[in-house]
């Protein structure tokens, strides 16, 4: 949502649900990621080996690891496929469209019309109901 922005995603949802989004929505999807990892970071930082039973029982250090792994292995997910995916349009060539951020023509030059309707909503044209297939 940072790299895209609040306002142009708010834009694309008032072209497509003719209908505007609320501050409220806009706040939680600015603020949500900050809060997400604030609360990762924090829970890492202030980590404790857990025990059972009040202490009697202790885990071995394999358990810890494999609890990690899989921590790890959810949260780096979106990051570790973003990096390769750059690598491969790197290696095509194309890493510029990977890395803009106004990659919305792109997108959009797949349905036929819909570029042209979305212009016109850029340029705060009213698009018809005719124009909407």
């Known amino acids: 949502m940072w790299i895209y922005g609040v306002g142009r995603f708010s834009s694309d949802l008032k072209f497509m649900l003719e209908t505007n989004v609320s501050w409220y929505w ?29 202490g009697a029982v202790h885990y071995t250090d394999w358990v810890h690891y494999v609890g990690w792994a899989l921590t790890l292995l959810v949260t780096l997910q979106i990051p570790i496929i973003a990096v390769i995916m750059v690598a491969i349009y790197a290696a095509k060539g194309k890493a510029r469209a990977v890395v803009s951020t106004d990659n919305t023509r792109g997108y959009w030059s797949r349905t036929e ?16 109901d005719n124009a909407r297939d």
């Open 113 to 128: 019309g819909a570029w042209s309707r979305y212009e016109l909503f850029a340029k705060g044209a009213k698009c018809t």
């Open 26 to 54: 806009k706040f939680c999807w600015s603020i949500t990621p900050v809060i997400l990892t604030a609360i990762f970071v924090l829970a890492a930082v202030d980590w404790k080996t857990p025990s059972y039973g009040g």
